[in-house]
């Protein structure tokens, strides 16, 4: 951040003395140094990344306060410090904060990363900022894949919102993808309690807790794709079918 504050810095002095408009500092100059990721760009410099993988950033669930997760918590902080230094950052640039949040793996940041995307959705004043779908893929896959407790209300809380707000926002319609969440936050929920209960060396797998539990989550899981496979042969006004994109559907056993 400091040598891009200083290239900018630089920049914006070349402008004052010149007035070459080419030398102003825009919103693609001030969003090159942030890893954003979602696909490629019109410039050719600005720092894209492949996506985050999820399932491998939350196979153990939200992470506990460390070293690591402070690290990456000072990084979003430096990345939000940046958007407000911007004069008009662009939905690129939030989408960058709402990763770096995510990225911290923590329930914290993802809770941050949620009112970041909220603004997005509710404030008057993001009204020229327009998201994406993939705008909330982060959070979504967040929470599918962190095998939490309130996973699986998350997921549908976001894919009740942005059915809403899709109203006015027609980028924002829940694909299949987004949907098809949701089995993926019931199976994770289901392999996050069977880790835990492995890992407290209980002396038999047909817990009399457990077992009713594991099994209502599959019963759960098995109607919500089923919903899901019900929604998608359904008559639909998109211009686009609802293409199921069903990730992991072997469910665990019990």
Same mark, same amino acid.
């Given at each position: ?27 693609? !100059? ?74 911290? *793996? ?22 020229? !900022? ?52 949701? !089995? ?44 899901? *496979?019900?929604?998608? *042969? ?21």
């Amino acid at each position: 951040p400091d040598a891009a504050r200083e290239l900018i810095s630089e920049m914006n002095q070349a402008y004052s003395r010149t007035a070459n408009e080419s030398l102003r500092p825009d919103t693609e !100059v001030f969003n090159a140094p942030l890893r954003w990721c979602g696909g490629s760009t019109q410039t050719s410099y600005a720092k894209t990344v492949p996506w985050d993988n999820y399932s491998v950033l939350f196979d153990d669930g939200f992470r506990d306060q460390n070293a690591e997760t402070d690290a990456l918590v000072d990084e979003a902080k430096l990345v939000e410090e940046w958007l407000h230094q911007m004069e008009s950052p662009d939905i690129r640039t939030h989408e960058s904060v709402i990763q770096a949040w995510v990225r911290t *793996c923590t329930l914290e940041g993802v809770t941050k990363a949620e009112s970041w995307a909220l603004r997005l959705l509710e404030d008057p004043v993001m009204e020229s !900022v327009k998201p994406r779908l993939q705008t909330f893929h982060p959070i979504i896959a967040a929470w599918a894949y962190s095998g939490d407790e309130r996973g699986p209300k998350k997921v549908q809380e976001w894919n009740d919102r942005l059915e809403k707000h899709s109203r006015s926002i027609p980028e924002i319609q829940p694909d299949g993808r987004v949907r098809g969440a949701l !089995v993926t936050a019931w199976r994770n929920y289901q392999k996050m309690l069977l880790k835990a209960h492995n890992e407290e060396n209980t002396s038999s797998r047909s817990d009399s807790t457990l077992l009713p539990k594991l099994v209502d989550i599959a019963n759960t899981c098995a109607s919500s794709l089923k919903g899901l *496979c019900n929604a998608s *042969c359904q008559p639909t006004q998109q211009k686009d079918p609802l293409n199921l994109f069903i990730e992991g559907h072997l469910f665990s056993e019990v």
